[in-house]
């Protein structure tokens, strides 16, 4: 496992760059990790990443983007403008989570 | 007397039924199976009958020659299960108590689910396979066809048999070869996922393969809606696709019996424990088969293996012995690769499809993830078995419930 300085923390990440270690992770570094992804956070970013940090709370697991859209939190047009290419890929990353597990 | 309910007669639920009418003892318990539809259909020869390799009579059988004389069946639909009461209500006004519930209800293509998809001239120029209708509508549309752009599109995950539009690709390749139409027909394969499957290994392989047959892979399609009119898929980020014939892959949900139930996932899919089909819900309701939210494929031969640890499981269950955590995820897919030839894949929740012979270590004789004639006759060979042997709860001779290590390239 490697450790990678961001925001001026050492932290564990993954060969992809996921933490490893949620526990690490502040909004400081997701600001960090964001700024890397060419993403400027904005109040719906954070939304979006709350939610999926609520779930993995609760249900140890990240939710599909259907639940994610279902939940009112956003909605997909609006999500993929937020995080272009993957998006939650990419929120998953910035919000210290694992990263989404591709399907069977 | 007590019950064993058993809800869908489909692969899972069939062979359920056969297995443990010869296990239960039949001075005490009794198998009731409900399904709404009389016709028992061999689904991966679906894939077949766009290109005039089966017709519908080779696919379609009777529900009820495949289940015994000794279990009853009604053939009604299911309004709702109450799994407080231990109840199952059916839309004909009866209701059914229970003692064991299995669900085995499968999963279906929701078209209504893609945004203009079923505005988009669905049934002449956008079709699916996965119903008998839908494939036996593609094969006149196919045979008269004289070449454009063919688009096969995967709507998102998961989908029945996830190597089931692959197939149709490869095959169509061989199709329009065979009609020397080939350098007409541009085929595109769309996907939300990032290469032509979901496992790495058989991804490369795949991905490599549909490059050999000069097919163009889509990765990463998120589609935001059909376009009827202009004959174009549009994704959230704004990519567009033209097509001329569109085979989809649409949504697949959990049957709406879960949902007005409220026992599904967002997808209508039921929380189930992945090593034991117990529900995660109740203690006296197991799942079975493509109704269950677990990260295995939906596939006949995960059903197949499902149920023989699910027979073991209710016997325990019945007894008030602990369950077994036995089911690994195995699955067994033959995957057609056009030109007379095919690959086979084995694999489970944690060991992805790998080289090697089966079901014989070293022997074989069949290759695994590596393009063969003989994977293709296993193939053609399983409709047989499907019906004579695995449907009827037989063990396939040589091929286990859990996935074996030996004669795998790890």
Redesign the interface.
């Known amino acids: 496992m490697a450790t990678k300085n961001i925001a001026g923390v050492d932290v564990n990440v993954n060969e992809e760059g996921y933490l490893t270690d949620h526990s690490q992770w502040t909004r400081e570094i997701g600001e960090a990790i964001a700024k890397e992804e060419g993403i400027e956070l904005t109040e719906s970013h954070w939304k979006v990443m709350e939610f999926l940090q609520k779930e993995v709370k609760e249900n140890g697991a990240l939710p599909?983007?259907?639940?994610l859209t279902?939940s009112g939190v956003v909605d997909?047009?609006t999500?993929?403008q937020l995080f272009?290419?993957?998006p939650m890929k990419k929120a998953s990353k910035i919000a210290g989570l694992e990263k989404p597990?591709?399907?069977? | 007397m007590k019950k064993v309910l058993i809800l869908g007669a489909g692969t899972a639920g069939t062979i359920m039924a056969n297995r443990l009418l010869r296990k239960l003892d039949k001075k005490d318990w009794t198998i009731t199976v409900v399904d709404q539809h009389p016709k028992h259909y061999y689904q991966p020869g679906f894939l077949f009958i766009p290109f005039e390799m089966y017709t519908e009579e080779d696919v379609t059988r009777n529900k009820t020659d495949f289940l015994p004389k000794n279990v009853e069946y009604i053939q009604e639909i299911i309004e709702i299960i109450e799994p407080e009461k231990n109840r199952v209500k059916l839309q004909n006004g009866k209701s059914i108590e229970y003692h064991i519930l299995i669900i085995a209800t499968g999963t279906n293509i929701v078209p209504g689910e893609v945004d203009g998809l079923l505005n988009s001239s669905w049934g002449e120029n956008a079709f699916d396979f996965y119903t008998v209708e839908g494939s036996v509508a593609l094969a006149k549309r196919l045979k008269g066809w004289k070449g454009g752009k063919l688009v096969v599109h995967i709507a998102e995950m998961p989908i029945k048999c996830p190597v089931a539009p692959l197939e149709f690709t490869f095959l169509a390749d061989w199709y329009f070869s065979k009609k020397g139409i080939r350098d007409d027909v541009e085929i595109k394969y769309v996907t939300p996922l990032s290469g032509a499957f979901t496992k790495p290994r058989a991804s490369g392989v795949l991905s490599h393969l549909l490059e050999n047959k000069n097919v163009n892979l889509v990765p990463d399609f998120n589609i935001m809606h059909v376009d009827g009119s202009a004959k174009k898929l549009v994704s959230f980020d704004e990519k567009e696709v033209d097509y001329d014939i569109l085979v989809s892959i649409p949504t697949n949900m959990g049957d709406s019996v879960i949902e007005r139930s409220g026992m599904g996932d967002e997808l209508n899919y039921i929380p189930t424990h992945k090593h034991t089909l117990q529900s995660k819900a109740h203690e006296n309701i197991f799942v079975l088969g493509d109704a269950t939210d677990l990260p295995s494929s939906k596939a006949g031969s995960v059903a197949h293996f499902e149920a023989e640890i699910l027979t073991e499981n209710i016997l325990h269950f019945i007894r008030n012995k602990p369950l077994k955590e036995d089911f690994d995820g195995h699955a067994n897919c033959f995957i057609e690769s056009g030109f007379g030839k095919g690959f086979l894949i084995d694999f489970n929740y944690d060991v992805e499809p790998v080289e090697g012979k089966f079901p014989l270590p070293i022997i074989g004789p069949m290759a695994l993830l590596k393009e063969s004639r003989m994977n293709h006759f296993g193939k053609l060979a399983f409709k047989w078995i499907y019906w004579n042997v695995l449907l009827r709860g037989w063990p396939i001779p040589m091929i286990t419930a859990q996935m074996t290590k030996l004669g795998k390239k790890l």
């Open positions: 599909t983007i259907r639940r279902k997909t047009k999500l993929y272009p290419d993957g597990a591709s399907c069977v």
